[in-house]
């Protein structure tokens, strides 16, 4: 079964951890994928190991002019858009007074407002499609017990989330869904994470109910792929934590 077939979708840093398992889901249900990355080595691997249906663009999310002329070429290429997924970000982490001002800018350039210039250039693409589906990613960084060294993170995230909801808001009408998911997953980042904070990793890791973080591709991507699929058109608006139980978003 290909319930995605005939549909095309971006995915933005797409070239490891969580964008390359989006990526691969997506393509094994039947989507067309263009998978952009700053690193072109990265994403024309995973277009390799993708194989037919996938093709990579080199976009740098921050800067402005290359994510509307890629949104154009991908749709110039495939005739369309229908699917956007936001996974591209730079983590600015630390505590507030380590946090330079130019990590904060990176966080809020590569997260929030790239995201904000996708989903604008992805729009008239997916109205014209009769709707479609947006996928922006944040954290439950954003309603952490302890902000201690996660406020700038939290602060990128939690931009996200209201992006999401006033796009939903605005855009319902076109058919256009805009959803977050709040994933942990084994990706590089997470895994950097626990090399240099194996104590808090052991204590946080204790508090996933399902004692396990997820697979990029198996838990997370395919998660987003049915989000993405006709079995969930009435859901739009939400934060969708996948991490096995642990966040509280109510």
């Known amino acids: 079964m290909n319930p995605l077939g005939g549909k095309v979708a971006i995915v933005t840093g797409a070239g490891q951890g969580v964008g390359r398992g989006i990526a691969l889901a997506?393509?094994?249900?039947?989507?067309?994928?263009?998978?952009?990355?700053?690193?072109?080595?990265k994403i024309d691997a995973v277009a390799d190991?993708?194989?037919?249906?996938?093709?990579?663009?080199?976009?740098?999310?921050?800067?402005?002019?290359?994510?509307?002329a890629t949104v154009d070429a991908v749709a110039e290429r495939f005739?369309?858009?229908?699917?956007?997924v936001n996974n591209a970000q730079e983590v600015p982490l630390g505590p507030l007074l380590s946090v330079s001002d130019a990590?904060?800018?990176?966080?809020?350039?590569?997260?929030?407002?790239a995201s904000f210039r996708f989903m604008k250039a992805c729009h008239p693409y997916l109205e014209r499609r009769g709707g479609g589906t947006m996928i922006n990613l944040a954290s439950s960084a954003?309603?952490?017990?302890?902000?201690?060294?996660y406020g700038p993170y939290a602060a990128v995230k939690q931009a996200t989330r209201a992006l999401t909801r006033a796009a939903a808001a605005e855009w319902g009408p076109a058919g256009i869904r805009v959803l977050t998911i709040a994933p942990?997953?084994?990706?590089?980042?997470?895994?950097?994470?626990?090399?240099?904070n194996p104590d808090e990793a052991e204590a946080f890791f204790r508090?996933?109910?399902?004692?396990?973080?997820?697979?990029?591709?198996?838990?997370i991507g395919q998660a987003v792929?049915?989000?993405?699929?006709?079995?969930?058109?009435?859901?739009?608006?939400?934060?969708?934590p996948l991490d096995g139980g642990q966040a509280n978003f109510d």
């Open 184 to 196: 942990h997953a084994n990706s590089p980042g997470l895994q950097g994470w626990v090399e240099n």
């Open 26 to 41: 997506l393509a094994g249900r039947g989507a067309t994928v263009a998978l952009l990355g700053r690193t072109r080595a």
């Open 207 to 219: 508090t996933i109910p399902l004692r396990r973080i997820g697979d990029c591709e198996r838990d």
């Open 79 to 84: 005739g369309g858009i229908d699917i956007l």
């Open 142 to 149: 954003g309603i952490r017990w302890d902000m201690s060294s």
């Open 49 to 68: 190991e993708i194989g037919a249906g996938a093709v990579a663009f080199a976009c740098d999310v921050k800067d402005a002019d290359a994510v509307r």
């Open 225 to 240: 792929a049915a989000l993405c699929g006709p079995d969930l058109a009435y859901l739009t608006g939400a934060t969708i």
């Open 103 to 113: 990590a904060f800018e990176a966080g809020f350039a590569s997260g929030p407002l």
